[in-house]
T-cell receptor, first 112, second 114 residues
Framework: EPEVTQTPSHQVTQMGQEVILRCVPI?????FYWYRQILGQKVEFLVS????????KSEIFDDQFSVERPDGSNFTLKIRSTKLEDSAMYFC??????????FGPGTRLTVL | AQTVTQSQPEMSVQEAETVTLSCTYD???????LFWYKQPPSRQMILVIR??????QNATENRFSVNFQKAAKSFSLKISDSQLGDAAMYFC???????????FGGGTRLMVKP
């Protein structure tokens, strides 16, 4: 069964550095999402992406963040100038339509 | 903004018994979707069941069923004949018909006792 994959599983970075989190959505899906979960808190929506542009974003998704689909298979989340509070689990998801989102296993980001 | 509340941080159930997980939400919309996701220790969330708000009939998927009370804004998940593999975090989620973002509750950790 096809799955969403994410790399790396764990990323450690220094405060102020840039990180790129990578996701490979399920191949025939058209909608792509990023969520994050700070330890002990709720899963929060960051952004959705459709037809090569952002379709919806939350207040969290400010200028520090950007997303890209650089080729036909990858979907990336870039965090510029990371802060301590960016430490979280980042989940990628994809879907064919609105009715279901398939989640990846997540990337744990630790900012030191 | 919509909010989703899961009032039970932890629940436990004996294997083969039935357990109900609670979820309430707040919205001013009339058309929306509700979901239950399961997150096993491996941390990949899996969709368990989905309910469209315009449908009066409660959704059912094998041992999983929901009790959807639209007026009360309540969406509970019932797991029948609980199995050890049901042990996980369960998240309730809301999606507006006007968008595609999911709003999650805080989760309920379900433990299944052999």
């Amino acid at each position: 069964e096809p799955e969403v994959t994410q790399t790396p599983s764990h990323q450690v970075t220094q405060m102020g550095q840039e990180v790129i989190l990578r996701c490979v959505p399920i191949s025939n899906h058209l909608y792509f999402y990023w969520y994050r979960q700070i330890l002990g808190q709720k899963v929060e929506f960051l952004v959705s992406f459709y037809n090569n542009e952002i379709s919806e974003k939350s207040e969290i998704f400010d200028d520090q963040f950007s997303v890209e689909r650089p080729d036909g298979s990858n979907f990336t989340l870039k965090i510029r100038s990371t802060k301590l509070e960016d430490s979280a689990m980042y989940f990628c998801a994809s879907g064919q339509g609105y009715n279901e989102q398939f989640f990846g296993p997540g990337t744990r980001l630790t900012v030191l | 903004a919509q909010t989703v509340t899961q009032s039970q941080p932890e629940m436990s159930v004996q294997e083969a018994e039935t357990v109900t997980l609670s979820c309430t939400y707040d919205t001013s919309e009339s058309d929306y979707y509700l979901f239950w996701y399961k997150q096993p220790p491996s941390r990949q969330m899996i969709l368990v069941i989905r309910q469209e708000a315009y449908k009066q009939q409660n959704a059912t998927e094998n041992r999983f069923s929901v009790n959807f009370q639209k007026a009360a804004k309540s969406f509970s998940l019932k797991i029948s004949d609980s199995q050890l593999g049901d042990a996980a975090m369960y998240f309730c989620a809301y999606r507006s018909n006007a968008g595609n973002m999911l709003t999650f509750g805080g989760g309920t950790r379900l433990m299944v006792k052999p």
